[in-house]
């Protein structure tokens, strides 16, 4: 009977040990991820010719704020407005995020940015708005990080 106890014991420890030694998160390499995303999908909203592309970047129940309108919710609306943008003729969008902060488990990430937003006067010309920005980013189960909340705030100069 005790053979059979160590036999078991010898089976079961390297299991719990191997729970137990799961790899700790490592911020600076999801740092770099998070912001090489970032800029991917920036490039991809900047060249303006795939929307479900850029769609892809958002989580499905994500919210985009904007000031004094309504908010968007989830993708179905964040889509239709992706798809009016980029018909909008002279529409152009630009932004670089920084300094992204990690929730200590590692799944949630907020980082700040600035943004240049073109979109056609009230004239016709084309107007640029210097924007900052925060997003709230998740990992999700397929390991990829997409966003869950954008919101937009006017830059004072």
Known sequence: MRSRLIDLSVLI?????????????????????????????????????????????????????????PVLEGKTAIRAYVAESLNTPGFKIRWVSEKPVFSPDGKLAYMRGKEELTVPGPNGAPVTAHLRGISIWRLDADRQWRCVVGEVIPRRR
């Open 13 to 69: 420890l390297p299991l719990v040990l191997g729970g137990c030694s799961q790899r700790g998160f490592d911020a600076a390499t999801e740092q770099a991820k998070l912001l090489r995303r970032d800029a991917e999908w920036a490039d991809l909203a900047s060249a303006g010719k795939d929307v479900e592309k850029i769609v892809s970047y958002w989580t499905d129940d994500a919210v985009l704020i904007f000031p004094g309108q």
